[in-house]
């Protein structure tokens, strides 16, 4: 089970920001991902979604505060762990 930010792909600037929405995830990528991906062949469940229309995307670039429309542009990043980050090699 992983903890996932939501980021949002912003038109003003072409960067992805995070619209203040944190969700758990029992299997999902281990990498920044579209979160349409990460349930293609799944549905989304319907109170994601809700979230994600009713938070607004704020670049801090611009200054420009806009609603969200839809989701196809939202991505997944895993929140890091704050335990054992700096053990976390992989030596193979
Ligand atoms: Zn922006």
Same mark, same amino acid.
């Given at each position: 089970?992983?903890?996932?930010? %939501?980021?949002?792909?912003? *038109?003003?600037?072409?960067?992805?920001?995070?619209? *203040? +929405?944190?969700?758990?995830? *029992?299997?999902? &990528?281990?990498?920044?991902?579209?979160? /349409? *991906?990460?349930?293609?062949?799944?549905?989304? &469940?319907?109170? +994601? +979604?809700? %979230? +994600?229309? !009713? $938070?607004?995307?704020?670049? &801090?670039?611009?200054? /420009?505060?806009?609603?969200?429309?839809?989701?196809?542009? /939202?991505? %997944?990043?895993?929140?890091? !762990?704050?335990?054992?980050?700096?053990?976390?090699?992989? $030596?193979?």
């Amino acid at each position: 089970m992983g903890k996932y930010q %939501l980021h949002a792909l912003c *038109d003003e600037c072409g960067e992805t920001h995070f619209i *203040d +929405i944190t969700i758990q995830l *029992d299997e999902g &990528p281990s990498k920044k991902e579209k979160l /349409v *991906d990460t349930f293609a062949g799944k549905e989304i &469940p319907q109170e +994601i +979604i809700a %979230l +994600i229309i !009713r $938070s607004k995307l704020s670049c &801090p670039h611009s200054g /420009v505060t806009a609603s969200l429309t839809g989701y196809e542009q /939202v991505f %997944l990043i895993p929140e890091r !762990r704050k335990k054992n980050s700096k053990n976390n090699i992989n $030596s193979s």
